[in-house]
């Protein structure tokens, strides 16, 4: 991943705006923000955010690009659409913030120990291992993030809960020996490989 | 006086009729206002109401009517009969729409209807018809003054419509502004990248069109005359003048950057640090290709500086530079960072701006450079090192922090001047010490007069008034293109900052304003905004106290003084507002039909109720463009206001002699009230000084009052909008609860 970084560094020099234009899901459209800061006003986690949407493009044109990719705020965003159905300049932003935290994990210039961030690899790992998502040890996975003891208070805090899906049988205990997987799971790891082999080429992550 | 037969018309529809007496109002019109016929119609506006009037014009030798019924501002186009003197009594949007309904108040109703009646009766009486003064030899040329994109638009416009255009130029070639342009802001469809100038086309149109005479290499050394008659001395830069006469002005003179030496904190003359002129130099030599500085060198990286000494701290809160924004800077810098980009996407273009200001399809122009790849940062400015690579040092205004960029060359968009010629505020001093005999006014006048422009010989001063920031003199809010010199109009950036499609559009207005006023002059009528009247002031000399104040407080320099230092009016330089009337100190200075009498004997002509009777009567001027209107706006609206008030309307509150006021209150009036425009800064008045003299002239009344023994109080100005119409109803209400209060004035039964 470094060399991925040290490479796009490499190319792009000083214009960060064209390094997001090129690999960043519709980066195109960052040049066109007249910053008129709907987009920050109209967003309603916009106070537990660091940068606004409307700093990040200001940054990005700025050619801040540490700064940028190491934001937590793009992990924030919760997809609610309220920037795009109010920005003037009809800037698909919701979209870009998803795209600019992609690249900025990708390069691992992301923030270590992002919640968003750190949830939604354990959630990938466990989807791609069986085609299916197995909740119970995604579960017991995020409930032992931070270690051992917080794992147990955690479990032990959840276990009426886990007791009342497992009466209900919505919750079987033997899922943790692997648990079931999708029907032709071959084929299934060939798909993902092959996706994302097309993906690192659009992006310019392939060797 | 012979021959004056007197007529007077009643309506008694609308309703009117119902609620009034309208044989007792005839009889009020026969025996009090001595009229000769008095008839009343069901429906006075109609084919067969206006035949009976046209038939006693006719068949009875009448020469003055008075017609009682609706406002004068209503059915002006029934009610017209040439040749005959006409004053209307408004008992429709004056009576009876705004006393309230209900027997019980009948009597106040009918009292009222009563007043105007008589008082149109009395108005009637003194007015005269005027005849106008149609001028044989008025000349219906136009003389265009600039060059540039406005003046060569005007007298395109002024040709095509079948007019001649006299175009002075005072350098050689026409183009002014625009010649020194690579491209310009796009003004068609779909407005997404820079567009030729057109200037040589248009100027070879010129020189090819017969209706338009051309003096390049040209300054007006002296403009004498008046609408219709202006004659315009054409210096040449050769000595060589020539004499052209003229009916009507267009002042196109167009703009000056802002000199940039006075930014040195944004590098003005430094090393690769131009204004936007500058770099359209720079272009130009480019030719389409790679843009060079002046040292050879190819431009790499560019950064543009928005509002350079623009949008400043005004003068008197501590701001050094222009203190108002240019308008066309922010679309210049989008157009000339698009020279760069269009030449070569891979040069760094920055625009730091504060405020990214594009008006009309600009927004278009702008989204087509953010495709381009031209980078907005929103950031003020603070300083800029010239040299082999310039430092831009900025605060970002969205990051809120302080950042500096590099770049090969750094353009400052720098705002307009105006070339408006001499500020008459400046000059009046000097010239009045000059006359004086002081010897340095003289060396300080002389100094002066060489930055003329029209070099006027109005007694007021060589050029137009200046406006706010030293633009040419416009009716900034009501009207634009006006100015107060009858028959000079403004154009271009010289009026007020603005890019070439706005200055084409005003060229273009301006044109036409000028036709307006070479056809107004050669038959004698007015100007705006009293178009089409035929009235003019004349003076009765013997009576004359040569006070000057006629020739001073005329707003539009009208009044000049003759060998034998009386006024001398130049009747198409006025404008008709009569504020030479309200100015005369022993009135002498009267209209045709509408003079100090025909006021007075209105005010007058009323019936002033017993002191015991408890009727009080309050006199309120109204000033016939904005109050006049919302008066008749609140009666539209069937708003009621107090019964006891009469209302005469007045050409403008200049004109109102302070003597229709010390009558008033010697008649036993308990209040006096006027109501006229905006005064000010942003003044409404569409005679501009008219509103705030009267308001002058009223803060020097109070004495006058209290030696009479009257409160100050009965005497009230007002400002009133046009839009007023639920506002004047509270004036009037709360003023006529105020004189209650007050008590009657002691005047009362010694009229």
């Known amino acids: 991943m470094t060399t991925a970084n040290q490479s796009a560094v490499e190319r792009y020099r000083n214009n960060f705006l064209k390094e997001v234009e090129a690999n960043v899901e519709e980066g195109h459209m960052v040049k066109m923000c007249m910053q008129c800061g709907v987009c920050a006003g109209s967003c309603p986690l916009g106070n537990a955010w660091e940068h606004s949407p409307q700093k990040i493009f200001m940054m990005i044109r700025a050619g801040k690009r540490d700064e940028v990719l190491g934001s937590d705020s793009m992990f924030m965003c919760t997809s609610c659409y309220n920037c795009i159905v109010r920005c003037p300049r009809q800037l698909p932003i919701t979209h870009i913030m998803h795209g600019l935290a992609n690249y900025a994990h990708r390069l691992n210039l992301a923030p270590k120990g992002q919640p968003t961030r750190d949830f939604a690899t354990l959630f990938w790992n466990n989807a791609i291992k069986k085609g299916r998502v197995n909740e119970l040890t995604l579960t017991l996975g995020h409930y032992f993030t931070n270690g051992l003891v917080s794992g147990i208070k955690m479990a032990l805090s959840m276990q009426s809960i886990g007791l009342g899906l497992f009466l209900a049988k919505r919750l079987n205990p033997m899922e943790i020996f692997g648990g079931h997987g999708v029907k032709d ?21 392939s060797a | 006086m012979a021959d004056n037969k007197f007529a007077a018309y009643i309506c008694s529809g609308c309703g009117i009729g119902d609620a009034m007496k309208v044989p007792q109002l005839e009889a009020i019109a026969k025996k009090e206002g001595k009229m000769a016929i ?73 009292e009222m209807a009563a007043d105007y009646v008589r008082m149109g009766c009395a108005e009637v009486k003194k007015m005269t018809q005027p005849a106008g003064n149609v001028k044989e030899s008025s ?17 395109m416009e002024i040709a095509a419509t079948g007019y001649e255009a006299v175009l002075v130029e005072k350098t050689g070639a026409l183009g002014g502004m625009t010649a020194q342009l690579w491209k310009r802001q796009p003004f068609k469809e779909p407005y997404a990248a820079a567009q030729e100038t057109g200037v040589a086309e248009m100027a070879a149109k010129i020189a090819a069109n017969p209706k338009i005479k051309l003096h390049l290499n040209s300054t007006i050394a002296e403009t004498s005359g008046a609408p219709g008659r202006f004659v315009i001395q054409v210096a040449q830069e050769s000595g060589t003048v020539t004499e052209e006469t003229v009916g009507a002005i267009v002042q196109a003179t167009g703009f000056t950057t802002y000199d940039m030496a006075k930014l040195p904190e944004l590098g003005g003359g430094q090393p690769n640090v131009v204004d936007q002129a500058g770099l359209e130099k720079l272009a130009l030599q480019a030719n389409g290709g790679a843009i060079k500085r002046a040292d050879g060198k190819e431009v790499k990286s560019v950064v543009f500086v928005q509002c350079a000494g623009q949008r400043d701290k005004l003068k008197e809160d501590g701001g050094t530079h222009l203190s108002y924004c240019s308008g066309h800077c922010c679309g210049t810098s989008i157009k000339q960072a698009t020279y760069f980009k269009d030449q070569n996407p891979d040069i760094d273009t920055v625009i730091v701006y504060d405020d990214l200001r594009v008006p009309g399809m600009g927004e278009d122009f702008y ?38 960029i590099a770049a090969d060359l750094v353009v400052l968009a720098t705002g307009q001047v105006p070339n408006a010629g001499v500020d008459l505020e400046a000059w009046n001093p000097v010239v009045t010490a000059a006359d004086g005999g002081d010897a340095a006014a003289k060396t300080a006048r002389d100094e002066m007069k060489t930055i003329s422009i029209l070099n006027l010989n109005y007694r007021q001063g060589p050029d137009m008034p200046q406006f706010k920031h030293g633009f040419a003199d416009s009716h900034f809010i009501c009207f634009p293109y006006e100015t107060r010199r009858t028959g000079i109009y403004a154009a271009g950036p010289v009026r007020r900052p603005m890019d070439i499609l706005q200055a084409t559009d005003d060229a273009t207005g301006a044109a036409l304003k000028a036709i307006q006023a070479v056809e107004n002059a050669s038959v004698g009528r007015a100007a705006h905004p009293r178009s089409g009247d035929l009235s003019f002031p004349t003076a009765r000399l013997e009576g004359c106290t040569q006070c000057k104040r006629c020739t001073v407080e005329c707003p539009f320099g009208a009044i000049d003084e003759d060998e034998r230092r009386f006024p001398k009016f130049n009747e198409e330089r006025c404008r008709r507002c009569g504020t030479c009337m309200g100015a005369c100190p022993v009135r002498v200075i009267s209209f045709e039909n509408y003079s100090v009498d025909t006021v007075g004997s209105q005010v007058k002509a009323i019936e002033i109720p017993e002191e015991d009777e408890e009727k009080p009567r309050i006199l309120v001027l109204a000033c016939e463009n904005d109050a006049y209107p919302a008066l008749d706006m609140a009666g539209l609206a069937r708003l009621n206001y107090s019964a006891f008030v009469r209302i005469i309307p007045v050409r403008c509150l200049g004109s109102v002699n302070t003597i229709w006021i010390t009558d008033a209150m010697n008649s036993g009036y ?60 509270t004036l009037i209400n709360d003023y006529v609860a105020e004189l209650e209060k007050l008590g009657p004035s002691p005047m009362k039964g010694f009229g």
């Open chain 1, 185 to 205: 799971l071959k084929g299934f790891h060939a798909i993902v490989a092959k996706a994302k082999e097309i993906e690192d080429r659009k992006k310019g992550f």
């Open chain 2, 670 to 729: 308990d209040g006096v009230m006027m109501m006229g425009c905006k005064k000010g800064d942003d003044y409404q008045c569409h005679f501009v000084k008219g509103s705030e003299l009267a308001h002058y002239r009223m803060s020097k009344i109070g004495d006058t009052l209290t030696q009479l023994g009257l409160e100050p109080e009965r005497v009230v100005t007002q400002e009133v909008a046009i839009t007023d119409n639920q506002r004047v109803v």
């Open chain 2, 38 to 110: 008095v008839k009343s119609h069901p429906f006075l506006c109609n084919a067969e109401g206006v035949q009976t009037i046209k038939d006693d014009i006719a068949n009875e030798a009448v020469t003055h009517v008075c017609i009682a019924a609706c406002s004068r501002r209503a059915k002006t186009e029934a009610f017209q009969f040439d040749g005959v003197a006409m004053s209307r009594a408004n008992l429709r949007e004056g009576v009876l729409w705004v006393v309230a309904t209900g027997k019980e108040h009948d009597e106040v109703r009918q």
């Open chain 2, 367 to 404: 989204r087509s450079a953010q495709e381009k790849g031209v980078i907005f940062t929103k950031g003020k400015a603070s300083k800029v090192t010239g040299g082999d690579s310039c430092k831009v040092s900025f605060k970002d205004l969205i990051l809120d922090e302080e950042n500096t």
């Open chain 2, 139 to 155: 000349s219906k040329r136009i003389l265009v003054v600039g060059g540039g994109m406005s003046g060569m638009t005007a007298a």
